[in-house]
């Protein structure tokens, strides 16, 4: 099987020749197969969103070849690069993107007008699209109206209307809540699977790395590794053994930052200063997990610790497990103070006299942005702008707690009402609002 996406030397600098002069590529060289999953991990900065839009066809390489299907697409003329972007290629944004003043099914339509096809075969296949991604309610909504999952998804759906070969993600859950993030992701891998579609993502979450089929980490403009991930059956050919998941591949999912050679040496100090390894770990965290949340004792976590090695425990000697397990319950037990001060340091704000204030900021606050309010979210702005002028939450959550779908428990209000809403109260608070 040939590459889809064959890349040689590819170097792209800007500002070329000028005191500013920068290497965002550095000379990579990849290649990519039909169907495969493939993401491009690491930092800001390091290269990966370049590298997505050299391939889009928008960010012509200074040098080094990049060809799709075979073909230099920067030898394309303006038309042969439009079907190219029409019928080859599309790409999902951070952003979504979404025109404001058209509805759903004509957002998710809107490509096949440049591509020529009639408005009721338009209709018929957004639709089609919609329904596959559960937001056919929203229709003939407008992407104000929507919630930022809602919107991914449409945006999905639009990325998909004129049926490419290859879908580009760039940070496509970047500005999702997690639930909204976990959708949108397997709705992706849907795509790869079932619609046999190759997947190129941008991401810096290790988080999401299990959904490709193989990883490259990039670094200051160049690719430092290539991990194939042994879960997933591979379309590249490759060695035997290579699938293998060893102890630096599970390393690499908790340390995705950090080169070869550094996940080696952990390998080597745990091996040297712990004699467990990575299962062990795992259960060690297990444990924990259960203990916060009180569904193991003390003495049934020492005694989990002392199980031998020959059945996956780690032979701790009970005395030395218990004051494990003590400082666990130490850390817990003082965790569940901080919680009851805020309790308490909260409850200042639901006396009659702060409820008050807290209901002139609401009005304030949607009286100047315009939104508009329900009972429901009268009681949700209420209680959410509380905890923010009190300080239990941070802007970024209040943000993420407006945009979250009201069934979810969220404020129910759009992306842009809620960046508005949080700019303007962070304006009110920086001014010092006292309640």
Same mark, same amino acid.
């Not at 004051?323 to 308490?344: D, F, G, P």
């Not at 992306?415 to 006292?434: C, D, M, N, P, T």
């Given at each position: ?7 040689? #030397? ?42 997505? @839009? ?19 697409? @920067? ?87 004129? #049926?490419? !070969? ?28 079932? #619609? ?69 040496? %952990? ?18 965290? %297990? ?7 009180? %569904? ?40 569940? !103070? ?21 209901? #002139? ?14 009972? @429901? ?39 842009? !009402? ?18």
């Amino acid at each position: 099987m040939k590459p889809i996406i064959e890349i040689k #030397d590819l170097k792209v600098i800007y500002n070329e020749g000028q005191s500013n002069e920068y290497a965002a590529l550095r000379g990579e060289s990849l290649d990519i197969y039909p169907e495969e999953y493939i993401i491009l991990f690491g930092p800001s900065g390091c290269g990966k969103s370049t590298l997505l @839009y050299s391939i889009l066809g928008i960010l012509a390489p200074t040098s080094g070849t990049l060809l799709v299907k075979g073909e230099d697409v @920067y030898k394309y003329n303006s038309d042969e690069m439009v079907r190219f972007q029409q019928s080859v290629i599309s790409i999902i944004y951070q952003s979504f993107n979404l025109i404001p003043s058209l509805t759903t099914i004509d957002n998710v339509g809107l490509p096949l007008i440049f591509a020529g096809v009639p408005p009721g075969e338009r209709e018929r296949r957004a639709m089609a699209l919609l329904k596959r991604f559960g937001v056919e309610k929203q229709a003939r909504k407008i992407s104000t109206n929507l919630s930022g999952g809602q919107m991914q998804r449409i945006a999905v759906a639009r990325s998909l209307v004129n #049926d490419p !070969e290859i879908l580009l993600a760039d940070e496509p859950v970047g500005n999702l809540d997690s639930v909204s993030s976990a959708e949108v992701m397997d709705t992706l891998e849907e795509i790869n699977v079932k #619609d046999k579609k190759t997947i190129i993502l941008v991401t810096h979450d290790a988080k999401f790395l299990p959904y490709a089929h193989r990883v490259y980490f990039m670094k200051d403009g160049g690719v430092e590794r290539e991990v194939i991930n042994p879960e997933k059956k591979q379309i590249k050919s490759v060695s035997p053994g290579t699938t293998i998941l060893t102890e630096i591949e599970k390393l690499a999912r908790i340390y995705p930052y950090i080169s070869i050679e550094e996940l080696k040496v %952990k390998s080597i100090v745990n091996y040297l200063t712990q004699d467990i390894g990575i299962e062990q770990i795992e259960l060690v965290e %297990k444990l924990v997990e259960m203990m916060i949340e009180g %569904k193991i004792t003390k003495e049934k976590f020492a005694q989990s610790l002392m199980v031998p090695f020959s059945r996956g425990g780690l032979e701790i000697p009970f005395e030395k497990s218990l004051i494990m397990a003590q400082k666990i319950e130490n850390i817990v037990s003082l965790a569940r !103070e901080i919680r009851q001060y805020r309790t308490r340091l909260q409850e200042k704000y639901a006396s009659p006299k702060q409820k008050e204030r807290i209901a #002139d900021l609401r009005k304030m606050l949607t009286s100047e942005c315009g939104l508009a309010v329900d009972e @429901y979210k009268k009681r949700w702005l209420d209680e959410n702008l509380a905890s923010r002028v009190a300080g239990f939450i941070t802007m970024e959550d209040f943000l993420d707690r407006l945009s979250i779908m009201s069934e979810k428990n969220g404020g129910g209000f759009s992306l842009k !009402e809620a960046r508005i809403a949080s700019r303007y109260l962070e304006k009110l608070i920086a001014q010092g609002v006292h309640l």
